[in-house]
């Protein structure tokens, strides 16, 4: 089945040039040249994987990013941008992105990353289909995730995350097991990519974020997911 790509990037030449590769790649692709485009295009069509930019006209990437994920899409979301700051990456991590490469970068390290976030989005679960969780229920097989009968959107990053946890409850996950996991790496990674996701998860899980009962953290260690 031929993996299904939506790039969303303004400079023209960078745009052909990653819509070439891609396409030699054997990708199907879709393409947009400013926000708002970009937006329609993610919600009206399906796709396997988003390369967002940052900085596009008529609607910024973190806002598009942000309405992606506010209508449900589960798609990993690459964004790419110029911008090298600790508060950029936190922001975008905080509203749904999964990933992010800093311009200029390599072709083959945003292949590298492609092709390893749509093989970790496609892997099914080996065991149960739902998992329920007092008021939170958790469907592995379609992705999804909800609180009181309420749908909770969450990135694909997010959803993978917590998935890893409720498959491993009542085990305490260090940082660096988690990163290797769920996010594939084994050094130079964003080191609070891990505290953010997990932030962001207790925000639209927990009763009371600041007094989690459902992701503990075990001072020292990591993390616990208490079923």
């Given amino acids: 089945m031929t993996e299904r790509i939506l790039l969303v990037e303004d400079e023209e ?8 590769r891609l396409k030699a790649e054997g990708y199907a692709l879709e393409t947009a040249s400013d926000g ?10 399906s796709h396997d994987l988003i390369i967002l930019d940052v900085m596009l006209p008529k609607k910024n990437g973190f806002d598009v990013c942000r309405d992606v994920r506010n209508a449900g899409i ?16 936190v922001l975008g991590l905080k509203i749904g992105a999964d990933d992010y490469l800093t311009k200029p970068f390599e072709v083959l ?9 749509i093989r970790r989005n496609s892997v099914q679960p080996k065991d149960a289909e ?6 939170i229920r958790v469907d592995l097989k379609g992705t999804t995730v909800s609180r ?9 990053r997010e959803f993978r995350l917590l998935r890893y946890f ?3 409850p009542g085990t305490t996950l260090s940082r660096e097991v988690l990163l290797k996991e769920v996010w594939g790496y084994n050094e130079d990674t964003f080191t609070r990519t891990v505290d953010v996701h997990v932030g962001s998860l207790r925000q639209k899980l927990e009763k009371d974020p600041k ?9 020292g260690l990591g993390y616990k997911f208490v079923a």
Avoid: Y
Wanted: glycine share 6%; aromatic share 2%.
């Fill in 13 to 20: 030449d960078l745009r052909m040039t990653l819509s070439d």
């Fill in 166 to 168: 409720a498959q491993n």
């Fill in 130 to 135: 739902v998992l329920q969780f007092g008021s």
């Fill in 74 to 89: 589960a798609a990993p979301i690459i964004m790419l941008t110029a911008r090298g700051q600790l508060v950029d990456k």
């Fill in 36 to 45: 708002e485009d970009g937006l329609r295009k993610a919600t009206q069509n």
């Fill in 148 to 156: 009181n009968g309420k749908p909770v959107p969450l990135s694909a």
């Fill in 211 to 219: 007094q989690p009962a459902l992701i503990v953290t075990v001072p």
């Fill in 109 to 117: 390290e945003l292949l590298a990353r492609i092709e390893a976030h």
